[in-house]
Nanobody, 122 residues
Framework: QVELVESGGGSVQAGGSLRLSCKYS??????MAWFRQAPGKGSKGVAR????????YLDDSVEGRFTITQDKAERMMYLQMNNLTPEDTAMYFC?????????????????WGQGTVVIVSS
C-alpha cells in the first residue's frame, strides 16, 4: 500500500507562492496527481505527472502558474504554486494510481494523502 504524506500548505497573500510536497512510500505507481477541494465544493484535479516519461498535465485554472515535478530518487512529488489567488484556497491532496486514469477522475486514484490546507488572502 502506498502511503502519501503532504506538506507545505499555509497562508499567503494573493500573488504569493507556496510549494507543496508529497512524500510517497512506494515506487510502483503509474501516475500521481494533485487534487484540491475548496470549501463547499467538490474535488478537482489540478496537476498530474506520469511515472514512465514525466509527462505532466495542468488544469486550465492553474496553467502558467503551477508546476508539478517529481524526484523519484527521494520519492517526492512537488507542486510549485506561483501568483496565487483567493480562488486557489483549498485543501490540496496528493493522489496515486497504479493504472491508467481517465483524465481527472478522482475515483481512478487508489491512494490519497490526508491533505494540506492552502489559504490565499486578498
Amino acid at each position: 500500500q502506498v502511503e502519501l504524506v503532504e506538506s507545505g500548505g499555509g497562508s499567503v497573500q494573493a500573488g504569493g507562492s507556496l510549494r507543496l510536497s508529497c512524500k510517497y512510500s512506494d515506487l510502483h505507481y503509474y501516475v500521481m496527481a494533485w487534487f484540491r477541494q475548496a470549501p463547499g465544493k467538490g474535488s478537482k484535479g489540478v496537476a498530474r505527472i506520469y511515472d514512465l516519461d514525466g509527462r505532466n498535465y495542468l488544469d486550465d485554472s492553474v496553467e502558467g502558474r503551477f508546476t508539478i515535478t517529481q524526484d523519484k530518487a527521494e520519492r517526492m512529488m512537488y507542486l510549485q504554486m506561483n501568483n496565487l489567488t483567493p480562488e486557489d484556497t483549498a485543501m490540496y491532496f496528493c493522489a496515486a494510481a497504479r493504472n491508467a486514469v481517465r483524465g481527472w477522475r478522482a475515483d481512478d486514484f487508489e491512494e490519497w494523502g490526508q491533505g494540506t490546507v492552502v489559504i490565499v488572502s486578498s
